[in-house]
């Protein structure tokens, strides 16, 4: 008959006198840090991939830093872009501008892509902040709260030419010149529209959206013209106006599709390995048996996950990387953690604690997301909040 099992709380809390062998040289090994992930962000690349966008557009260049600078974190970078020149900084919410304020010199323009509506006009004037007006209703709301304030407010007005996403229609633009006293208490600082397949050099609706841009643009106050983000800032120099519009790009994000990404990586993602084992052929790795070994196999368990942005879109796809071992992926992705074959590491070179690249010189961003079945944005924007950030520059920690 086996012994009883002792209530919990009924054990002796003192150890033995002697440790067992091992427990002495197990304890306390240094580490870096207590998170399943770190990501790394060179905020050296950012800035030398503004200046790469600097040098490609004739006029000034902005920056876009909604979603958080694409989810890299715009508390810390940027302070990085105004240092390297920037001026005029794109958030596309109220909040994100009003969070961002405080980051930057008031010279700065933080310019508000979705413009103000339901009423706060004030709180856009006390932060600093200056609107895209998109729609006739935001027109009209700057001006009466122009009026109101007795001065012209400056403000950048979006025209929609062909991607029937934010902006004014022809009509709407005809509508509002017609009357003529809703401009005449904005200061238009900027007319503005956005491509639909910039990053697609040949399609001819880049022409055609050119070409109605040209249109409205006469008909409005006169003022300086903004229609490139990333992709656009690599067409010809007819679509680079007075000011670009570069989000992706600045992140290392290639501008246009099969074409040599002339932006350095800013990212590099690497996963701890929590567990290793050595199993046989036929063993079942992860849910729903997604994957099963064909052969005797070593397999490395990861601590992310797709809670951590490693979207479910990449089970059984693409590899993570131990220096220039590719480590296929195994099965399906967990919410916290990633099954890999670590079959081809030499033995004993892998431990638990050690750390793979998920993203870095072996998978850039883009290369995740062919493998997530996705975009380089959105696997940017979906990194997870549970990796400890460390920023850098050109190697060194900042
Ligand atoms: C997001 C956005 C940009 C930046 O686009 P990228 O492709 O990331 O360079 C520029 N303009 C507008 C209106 C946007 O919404």
């Not at 091992?22 to 503004?50: E, F, K, W």
């Not at 600097?54 to 990085?80: E, F, M, N, S, T």
């Not at 953690?337 to 431990?351: E, K, M, R």
């Not at 072996?362 to 493998?371: L, N, P, T, Y």
């Amino acid at each position: 008959m086996s012994a009883p099992v002792p209530a919990l709380n009924s054990l002796p809390s003192t150890l033995p006198a002697t440790p067992p062998a091992g427990v002495i040289a197990m304890h306390g090994q240094p580490d870096c840090s207590r998170a399943g992930a770190i990501l790394t962000i060179d905020t050296g690349a950012i800035a030398a991939n503004y200046h790469v966008l600097r040098r490609q557009i004739a006029g000034g260049c902005g920056a876009v830093v909604k979603a958080d600078a694409y989810g890299l974190g715009a508390a810390a970078i940027a302070p990085v872009l105004y240092a390297a020149g920037c001026r005029t900084f794109f958030t596309a919410t109220l909040d994100e501008g009003i969070s961002l304020r405080p980051y930057l010199p008031s010279e700065a323009r933080i310019v508000i892509l979705h413009g103000v509506t339901g009423g706060h006009e004030a709180e856009c004037l006390t932060h600093g902040l200056t609107p895209v007006l998109n729609t006739p209703r935001q027109v009209k709301a700057w001006a009466a709260f122009a009026w109101f304030q007795g001065k012209r407010l400056p403000a950048f007005v979006q025209v929609d030419t062909g991607m029937s996403r934010l902006g004014l229609s022809e009509p709407e633009v005809d509508g509002l010149m017609a009357d003529g006293r809703d401009f005449a208490a904005i200061g238009v600082m900027m007319v503005m529209s956005h491509l639909a397949c910039a990053d697609t050099p040949d399609d001819p609706y880049n022409d055609h959206q050119r070409a109605v841009f040209e249109r409205l643009r006469a008909k409005l106050p006169v003022a300086p013209a903004s229609l490139a983000a990333s992709s656009g800032c690599f067409l010809a120099p007819c679509f680079h106006y007075d000011l670009g519009r570069p989000g992706a790009g600045l992140y290392g994000i290639a501008p246009v599709r099969g074409r040599r990404n002339p932006f350095q990586p800013v990212i590099r993602l690497d996963a701890r390995v929590l567990q290793i084992r050595d199993v046989p052929g036929g063993t079942p790795a992860g849910y729903g048996r997604a994957a099963v070994t064909t052969g005797p196999t070593r397999l490395a368990t990861l601590a992310i996950g797709y809670a951590d942005g490693y979207l479910r879109s990449g089970g059984n796809r693409g590899q993570a990387w131990f220096g220039d071992i590719p480590l296929p992926v195994m099965g399906r992705v967990s919410m916290d953690s990633l099954i890999v074959d670590a079959t081809a590491i030499p033995d004993g070179c892998l431990h638990e604690g050690m750390l793979v690249e998920i993203i870095g010189p072996h998978r850039d961003a883009d290369v995740i997301a062919a493998d997530l079945q996705t975009s380089g944005y959105e696997v940017l924007t979906g990194l997870g909040r549970r990796f400890d950030r460390q920023f850098m520059s050109s190697g060194e920690a900042v």
